[in-house]
């Protein structure tokens, strides 16, 4: 246990669907990320909310949307995604600006899109 | 540009020792962290270096050279439950906005064999 939980762990949904990743830190920290893993390549960073605020968004497909009410909260709401966006979303926190700035991650959750 | 490099796969014995090299090239290197995953798991931190030097924690040390964007993972006395993938991590100090930025490389598939 990292102290960052996701829901659902496991996702398929069709490509007209509709469906949203919840993710929650019990850390006390101030950032929180999305990220996606695909096979044998890099994590990638989506999208970085610190203090709540949308820092960081790396020109992620505007069928991905993140929202963050508070600073343990974010979801990534999804909506008319393409068989390639199958992967696995990971969420993680950190403590904005603090040396190190080690991120914990959840257990993601892995999308099929079918 | 950013780019970090380390080997794909290794394979080594149980009760061995193995080393786990990353390259990296950044515009503003502030720190590198290596992470552990399991297959079908979250990343977890294991370590974290922004001095020149060899860091040690337990069974596991990391070396940094930032003159020579390079850093290596050093596993002792090898366990089967170290297979796993590992993955080297830069942070980035960006140019616009002065933030931080982490960038993961691929990581390295260890095999850790009787």
């Known amino acids: 246990e990292t102290g960052v939980t996701q829901t659902p762990r496991h996702l398929v949904m069709g490509m007209t669907n509709k469906k949203s990743l919840k993710c929650e830190q019990h850390?006390?920290?101030?950032?929180m990320y999305w990220y996606k893993q695909s096979a044998k390549k890099p994590l990638e960073l989506m999208f970085v909310y610190s203090l709540e605020e949308r820092v960081e968004n790396n020109s992620v497909p505007s069928r991905f949307s993140p929202e963050c009410p508070n600073s343990s909260h974010l979801f990534l709401h999804l909506h008319t995604l393409q068989p390639e966006d199958s992967a696995l979303y990971l969420c993680?926190?950190?403590?904005?600006?603090?040396?190190?700035?080690?991120?914990?991650f959840g257990p993601g959750t892995r999308l099929t899109v079918t | 540009g950013q780019n970090i490099d380390q080997p794909t796969e290794m394979t080594a014995t149980e009760g061995a020792i193995v080393q786990i090299n990353c390259t990296y090239q950044?515009?503003?290197?502030?720190?590198l962290f290596w992470y552990q995953q399991h297959a079908g798991e979250a990343p977890t931190f294991l370590s974290y270096?922004?001095?020149?030097g060899l860091e040690e924690k337990g069974r596991f040390s990391s070396f940094l050279s930032r003159s020579k964007g390079y850093s290596y993972l050093l596993l002792k006395e090898l366990q089967m439950k170290d297979s796993a993938s590992y993955l080297c991590?830069?942070?980035?100090?960006?140019?616009?906005?002065?933030?931080?930025?982490?960038?993961f490389g691929a990581g390295t598939r260890l095999f850790v064999k009787a």
């Open positions: 270096n922004v001095l020149d």
């Open positions: 991590a830069v942070r980035d100090t960006r140019r616009d906005t002065g933030g931080f930025k982490t960038i």
């Open positions: 950044t515009s503003g290197f502030n720190g």
């Open positions: 993680a926190s950190s403590q904005w600006g603090a040396t190190g700035n080690e991120q914990y």
């Open positions: 850390l006390g920290h101030n950032a």
